[in-house]
């Protein structure tokens, strides 16, 4: 099998205080071991603060602010979980604006955890099957999705998962995809 490569393509990790550490973290060290170039998108300049679970984690640096931040100048999106951060970039309308944006240019994105929940507030999830952190299935579905619960489920330029003991599944279909998204670019 010929090595998934994601050589020039730019990710968009999207994330503010309270994200969960190693679901941005991880997903990160494997996309850029692919080759991709990541960049954390972020509410505010300076750090954000990484939580492990419910205890504090490791301060992440943040490469742009969505003020900087462009949708056109990337190729993917991922959106870390946790409870804090989605709950934060829902109720910010250049987030929401921005995480739609990628759909409106029919770009993949991938959301872990409560990552859907900024999702939900974009308006991307009716027709569509996903997974996430349980207690966002009644959220999910009065939003027109449908919930299930699987290690990871893509449809339809979605990929998503339920929590950090998903990563490596989620990471293996992230890396999947956004190269299949590279081939299908590059042959149009």
């Known amino acids: 099998m010929q090595r998934q490569t994601l050589q020039g393509k730019r990710i968009a990790i999207l994330a503010t205080d309270g994200f969960e550490q190693v679901e941005l973290t991880d997903p990160k060290k494997a996309l850029e071991e692919a080759g991709a170039i990541t960049e954390v998108v972020s509410l505010k300049a300076g750090k954000i603060q990484g939580l492990n679970h419910m205890d504090q984690g490791d301060k992440i640096k943040v490469d742009k602010t969505l003020d900087q931040a462009n949708s056109k100048d990337y190729d993917n999106l991922v959106l870390p979980g946790g409870v804090s951060n989605p709950d934060q970039l829902r109720m910010d309308p250049k987030?929401?604006?921005f995480v739609k944006s990628f759909f409106d240019e029919g770009k993949t994105v991938a959301a872990i955890c409560h990552g859907p929940w900024t999702l939900i507030e974009a308006g991307v999830v009716k027709?569509?099957?996903l997974t996430s952190w349980p207690s966002l299935q009644t959220d999910i579905r009065n939003a027109g999705g449908k919930w299930v619960n699987e290690e990871v489920v893509l449809d339809n330029g979605l990929i998503t998962s339920r929590n950090p003991?998903?990563?490596?599944?989620?990471?293996?279909?992230i890396i999947e995809q956004f190269a299949a998204d590279k081939q299908l670019k590059a042959a149009s």
Do not use: C
């Open 95 to 97: 987030a929401v604006a």
């Open 127 to 129: 027709g569509r099957t």
């Open 165 to 173: 003991a998903d990563i490596p599944a989620f990471n293996k279909k």
